[in-house]
C-alpha cells in the first residue's frame, strides 16, 4: 500500500504528498493534462514543442539547469497523447529549490524567440533522425491513420507533419501556454524524504499565488465504430517485412479495460506466449512477435506486431496469425496461463513501486485521470478479472471489422 495524503491551493492546484524517510532524496514531479490529442489538428506537435521549450528558462531564471545542478539534482520530462510530464530529482534538504524552479516556469515562462527558434531546430531534427530517416520511424503515423478516423489521436505525439513545428509562432506558443500551463490544469506530487506540512507550506509560497487559470474543456471528436476492415501497404528501404495489426479497445478507465490487457499477456507477453510459441517457435513464420495495448486515456488500441522470418511472405505470415487468433477465440482459456500471466503483471506492478520516482508518477497519472489511488487498486483490478470475462471478450476485440492492418514491405 503506497500511502499518500492530499490538498488544494487556492487557485485549484492539486498537491499529494508520499512520505518515504527511509531514502535522502525527493520528487518534485508536475503533470498537466495535455497531451497530443489537445491540439488543433492543423497545429500538431505543440505538445511536444513545449515540453522542450519549458527548459528554456524563465523570466527569473534564464537557465533552469545550472541552479538545479549546483543543488545536485536533476530533470527530465516526456509527452505523450493524453499528458505532459516534468520531474525534480534532488536532495531532500534542497526540495525548495525544485519548488522555486517549477513554480517561476509556471508562472512566467521566457518566451525568448531565440529559445523557440532552438528548441524547433531541436524538435525538427528528432522528427527527422526518430521518424522518417529511422527505418520503421512512420509506422505510428500510418497506424494511427488508418485506425482512427476523427478522434485526436490520429496522429503521433511527435507531430502530424514537419511543417506544424516549422510554421509554429510565437503567439501560437503563448497560446498554448496560457491555456493548458496554468495550476486548474495540473497536479503537483512531492514524494520521498519530505513532510507533509512542509510540502504545504512550499506549495502556498510559491504556486498559490500564480492565477489559477481556466482547466480547458475538452471537445474532442468521438471515434465512430469501425465497421470494415482497414489494410495498408508501405513500402520503404528497411531490413525485414513487418506486420502491424490494430483492433479497438477500451480506454484506461473503462470496463473490461484489464480484461483486454491480460488477453494482451496471453497472447505475447515474452517466449513464453501463445504467439512466440506458436508463430516464431514451432511454425518458424516469425522472428520476433509480440502484442501489447496502447493504454490510452480514452479509447486506444490493441496491438500485434511480428518480423516476418526469412522467405515468408507478409501474406503468408499474417494467415498463420489469424490461425491462431481464431484457435484463441475458439478454445477455453487455460486457468493456469490466466495465473501466469497474473502473476507477472503483479510482479512488474510492484517492481515499478520501488522507486520513488515510478510511485510519484503514478499518484500523478492516476490522479489526472481521476483516481489518485490507481496506485493501489490496480493489481486487485487485474486479480478480479475471470475467465468467463476474457472469453466473453475475444470474439468481440478481433471482430474483423475492427480490425486494421499495415504491410511494411521491405523494399527489393
Not at 33 to 45: A, C, H, L, M, Q
Not at 80 to 100: C, K, M, V
Not at 314 to 336: M, R, T, Y
Request: aromatic fraction near 10%.
Amino acid at each position: 500500500m503506497i500511502k499518500f495524503s492530499a490538498f488544494e491551493l487556492d487557485n485549484g492546484l492539486k498537491v499529494y504528498v508520499h512520505e518515504d524517510h527511509n531514502i535522502a532524496s525527493a520528487v518534485l514531479n508536475i503533470m498537466y493534462d495535455v497531451g497530443s490529442r489537445d491540439e488543433d489538428p492543423e497545429k500538431t506537435g505543440f505538445a511536444h514543442l513545449f515540453e522542450h521549450l519549458m527548459f528554456g528558462g524563465s523570466v527569473n531564471i534564464p537557465s533552469y539547469d545550472t541552479p538545479l545542478q549546483k543543488v545536485g539534482g536533476t530533470n527530465n520530462a516526456f509527452t505523450s497523447p493524453d499528458i505532459t510530464n516534468y520531474y525534480i530529482t534532488l536532495p531532500a534538504q534542497n526540495l525548495e529549490t525544485a519548488f522555486w524552479l517549477e513554480a517561476d516556469r509556471m508562472l512566467s515562462l521566457s518566451f525568448d524567440p531565440n529559445v523557440l527558434e532552438v528548441q524547433r531546430k531541436v524538435v525538427i531534427e528528432e522528427y527527422k533522425q526518430r521518424y522518417i530517416n529511422q527505418p520503421y520511424g512512420d509506422v505510428w503515423h500510418h497506424l494511427r491513420e488508418l485506425a482512427y478516423k476523427e478522434h485526436s489521436y490520429k496522429w503521433p505525439t511527435i507531430g502530424r507533419e514537419i511543417k506544424h513545428i516549422e510554421d509554429a509562432t510565437m503567439e501560437d506558443v503563448k497560446a498554448f501556454f496560457n491555456k493548458y500551463y496554468v495550476p486548474s490544469n495540473a497536479v503537483m506530487v512531492v514524494a520521498g524524504n519530505v513532510k507533509l506540512e512542509e510540502v504545504k507550506q512550499l506549495a502556498k509560497k510559491w504556486f498559490e499565488p500564480i492565477p489559477s487559470g481556466e482547466k480547458p474543456i475538452r471537445n474532442i471528436p468521438v471515434e465512430p465504430i469501425q465497421e470494415a476492415p482497414r489494410r495498408k501497404i508501405v513500402e520503404e528501404k528497411v531490413p525485414l517485412d513487418v506486420l502491424y495489426k490494430v483492433w479497438h479497445m477500451e480506454g484506461r478507465s473503462q470496463e473490461g479495460y484489464y480484461t483486454t490487457d491480460l488477453i494482451s499477456d496471453l497472447l505475447g507477453r515474452g517466449k513464453s506466449s501463445l504467439l512466440y510459441e506458436k508463430l516464431v517457435k514451432d511454425k518458424k513464420v516469425y522472428s520476433g512477435v509480440s502484442a501489447f495495448i496502447t493504454g490510452s486515456f480514452e479509447p486506444g488500441l490493441f496491438c500485434i506486431t511480428g518480423k516476418t522470418a526469412d522467405g515468408v511472405s507478409l501474406e503468408d505470415a499474417e494467415g498463420e496469425l489469424q490461425s491462431v487468433i481464431d484457435g484463441f477465440i475458439a478454445s477455453e482459456v487455460n486457468p493456469e496461463n490466466l495465473e501466469k500471466v497474473k502473476n507477472q503483471a503483479e510482479f512488474s506492478m510492484t517492481y515499478g513501486k520501488t522507486e520513488i520516482l515510478p510511485r510519484a508518477m503514478s499518484i500523478a497519472y492516476g490522479a489526472t485521470l481521476g483516481n489518485p489511488n490507481l496506485i493501489n487498486e490496480e493489481e486487485g483490478k487485474l486479480r478480479s478479472v475471470t475467465i468467463d470475462q476474457i472469453e466473453s471478450k475475444k470474439s468481440t476485440l478481433f471482430n474483423p471489422n475492427n480490425c486494421s492492418t499495415l504491410f511494411y514491405k521491405a523494399k527489393r
